[in-house]
């Protein structure tokens, strides 16, 4: 039976996961697309190159964003918040937003030269020298969830 989850399960499974999906339009294009995130309680964050996501959330910043977690066809919960897409420009921002992403995600990545092809630095100082990455935040101004379990 479908249910819905209370705000304290929402905010858990929002913390808990690592890969969420970003949901963006613009000029009459959706596309959704996974990301590596880190949750605060208030914004998430993430990271990315340039591209078809940073383009369209430049060109419209409303955006949805999805997690979930799937134990089986019948066991299973998910989250979509909505909110507003803003570039981080504040180096010393960027530098604390892609220390939490690094230390939130690193623990899941197996190989270690994977970490930088993945966009993550040695030093938090080298954001921005050494890897042109754009850092940005989801303020949420809504969330639901919904699970299933039988």
Request: proline share 2%; glycine share 6%.
């Amino acid at each position: 039976m479908l249910r819905e989850l209370k705000d304290t399960q929402i905010e858990a499974l929002l913390k808990d996961q690592v890969i969420g999906r970003i949901g963006c339009h613009s000029a009459e294009t959706m596309y959704v697309v996974p990301v590596n995130y880190v949750y605060d309680g208030i914004n998430i964050y993430c990271h990315s190159a340039k591209g078809m996501k940073i383009d369209m959330m430049r060109a419209n910043p409303q955006v949805c964003f999805e997690v979930d977690e799937i134990k089986e066809v019948t066991n299973w919960q998910s989250v979509i918040a909505w909110g507003k897409f803003e570039e981080i420009t504040d180096m010393k921002e960027k530098q604390q937003v892609l220390q939490r992403l690094d230390e939130r995600v690193a623990p899941f990545i197996m190989d270690d030269s994977v970490t930088r092809e993945h966009g993550f630095v040695d030093e938090e100082s080298d954001i921005g020298t050494t890897v042109d990455l754009i850092i940005y935040k989801i303020i949420v101004s809504k969330k639901t969830g919904r699970f299933e379990k039988r």
